[in-house]
């Protein structure tokens, strides 16, 4: 059940927990809704929205939970799991700020104790298209982290953001094939005044590639403005507003990304680089 919009936030320092049993006992100091807000760190505003609507979802007297987790097992060799941002400090600082109830940071070794995990969650199909091509093995990690993590935080609401809208729509297809007693709600994604989705990795841009990097909004935008023309014509008028940038894909799908667009709600995807760091984002489309 939806609770009331806060008039007014006291600024809190929430509970920091380490261990399964840390978390269990600040979890069994509230009876009320939860919601849960998954984070690998380096918070930014994207980050902020989701803890604000976890409160409108669980309430003023619910718990919000923010997870502070870099999932080893979504990092494929040679990506950037050694260098993704941690600032745990600013982390905990923006958590009291929005009134986050719990943070849940676990090491490792806490979360995988028994190692590398023997038994993960398939995907599917749809784990090996978009992303899941350029990135091999990458959504089975993210959707047993998730699993792990909703299973563990046991909440009543679970908010992702829509900039990783592949990711979305797997966790929900997850959820619904597993028969999972959680709720995924998707966030609209925060964006810079330029257009650029908020990203923590949008700090390893150089000035150069940064003003590049809004070309993917800029083509998204177009193709979403020219819906009235169809499919072929949403695609074209995205690439044309690719410069600047190396394109990894660019595809209009059904809502659900299980098929091509027909009529109605479908989405539009890019992934592309602007130097070594590789951007994504998406746009709702609605197609005549």
Do not use: W
Not at 36 to 44: E, Q
Not at 158 to 168: I, P, R, S, T
Request: net charge negative; hydrophobic share 45%; glycine share 10%.
């Amino acid at each position: 059940m939806r609770g009331p919009t806060r008039q007014s936030v006291i600024v809190t320092d929430p509970i920091v927990a380490r261990t399964r049993d840390d978390l269990a006992e600040a979890l069994s100091r509230g009876e009320n809704e939860s919601a849960v807000v998954m984070t690998m760190g380096a918070l930014h505003e994207g980050h902020r929205a989701l803890m604000r609507a976890a409160r409108e979802e669980a309430g003023d007297a619910g718990t919000v939970i923010v997870t502070i987790f870099v999932n080893p097992l979504q990092f494929g060799p040679g990506e950037d799991f050694d260098r993704y941002p941690r600032a745990f400090d600013a982390d905990l600082a923006a958590c009291a700020d929005e009134g986050v109830d719990i943070v849940f940071a676990p090491a490792t070794e806490e979360l995988y104790p028994y190692g590398t995990p023997q038994v993960t969650v398939a995907p599917g199909p749809l784990g090996e298209q978009l992303e899941g091509a350029v990135r091999p093995g990458h959504f089975a990690g993210v959707l047993t982290v998730v699993a792990k993590l909703l299973n563990l935080t046991v909440p009543s609401y679970a908010l992702f953001g829509e900039k990783d809208y592949q990711q979305l729509v797997l966790i929900r297809r997850m959820v619904a094939d597993l028969e999972l007693p959680y709720e995924i709600v998707g966030v609209p994604t925060v964006r810079e005044a330029d257009g650029l989705a908020l990203s923590s990795r949008n700090r390893y841009l150089s000035d150069a590639e940064r003003a590049a990097a809004p070309a993917l909004a800029r083509a998204l935008r177009a193709g979403a403005d020219a819906a009235a023309g169809g499919p072929d014509a949403v695609v074209a008028a995205a690439r044309a507003e690719l410069a600047g940038v190396d394109v990894d894909y660019l595809e209009l799908r059904a809502a659900d990304l299980a098929s091509g667009p027909g009529s109605g709600p479908a989405r539009l995807l890019v992934a592309a680089r602007a130097g070594t760091t590789r951007l994504i984002d998406n746009i709702g489309v609605d197609l005549p």
